[in-house]
DNA sequence: TGCAAATTTGGTATGGTGCCAAACTCCTGT
DNA sequence: ACAGGAGTTTGGCACCATACCAAATTTGCA
């Protein structure tokens, strides 16, 4: 994988990174804040923070939207935060407490342990909030040996 | 059970409180600062935090013991660890890698979780780094009819 | 074109973690 | 008995993340 440790991005700002990758298109301000339950001034900040570090692209007074970095990071975020809703399911919470829970923990689980639980579970297609999407390289088609 | 959430602490203060909860009898300042490799100081202001709170008791100069409330809490970290743990192993992660892993992710699942987790893999007994203590009325004996 | 809405900027705050230097306390050895 | 060194605490400062408000700025529609 190219170099996603998982711990790149604070918990808050990998949150605003998946929700503009939720969105089509450039997100406002206004809408992030709504989103979040923060000011706008706050969810500039925020937002200027993640495109500062490469993930967003700013149009000041238009928008945020995903740069290839950014985009590429999202999907690992989307796989990681369902690949943990899977394992807790597992574990006997109903789908939406597994979402819950997933979402307050997933930010501490490294892309490590993200690939490994993955493997383990056989690389499910399906978690119980949407699909997972298995980068090539990433942790489907790799480990050729072991495991 | 009574009201730990899993959350009332920060990452770094749970991993004090755990480390206080190891040694026998008073703390030291210096020993502290070693253990995290931080300046004495440091060491000092987050024991002190601890205190506030409640689960340390400080005794100037001497050094910080538990309290009833920091014994009790630091019982439900050590399960926590061992838990998540031993959950981490089950995905195939060795021992002292499950253990290091589970450091980093302990401090965001919550005593719910914990719960859950423990409870589907039959209250297990032991977990790669250690004895697992069911409190009573913590998870163990509970859960009368389901789960 | 002018004004309302949206956005950004600058100032400020809090909490957690960290450092250093200075002040203070403890204890041991002479 | 007490001086000095080791250990500890205090106060000041810094940094990051998160948050707010008020003021300034830009946009876009009427």
């Known amino acids: 994988m190219q170099g996603i440790s998982g711990h790149e991005l604070s918990p808050k700002r990998a949150e605003y990174l998946k929700y503009v990758a939720d969105c ?3 997100v406002r301000t206004t809408e992030a804040a709504a989103r979040f339950a923060v000011a706008p001034s706050t969810a500039t900040k925020t937002l200027e923070g993640l495109a500062r570090a490469g993930y967003l692209e700013h149009a000041p007074y238009r928008g945020f939207s995903l740069t290839a ?6 999907r690992f975020l989307v ?3 369902r690949i943990v809703a899977l394992m807790l399911s597992r574990f006997g919470l109903a ?3 597994a979402c819950t ?3 307050k923990m997933e930010g501490c ?3 490590e342990v993200v690939d490994r639980i993955c493997a383990s579970l056989g690389h499910p297609m399906m978690s119980v909030c949407g699909r997972i999407e298995h980068d090539p ?4 088609p790799a ?5």
């Open 24 to 26: 089509t298109g450039a």
């Open 69 to 74: 970095k950014g985009e590429r990071y999202a």
């Open 79 to 81: 796989r990681r935060h």
């Open 95 to 97: 789908p939406e407490e």
């Open 101 to 103: 829970e997933a979402q």
């Open 109 to 111: 689980v490294s892309r």
């Open 137 to 140: 390289g990433c942790c489907s």
């Open 143 to 147: 480990e050729p040996g072991g495991e």
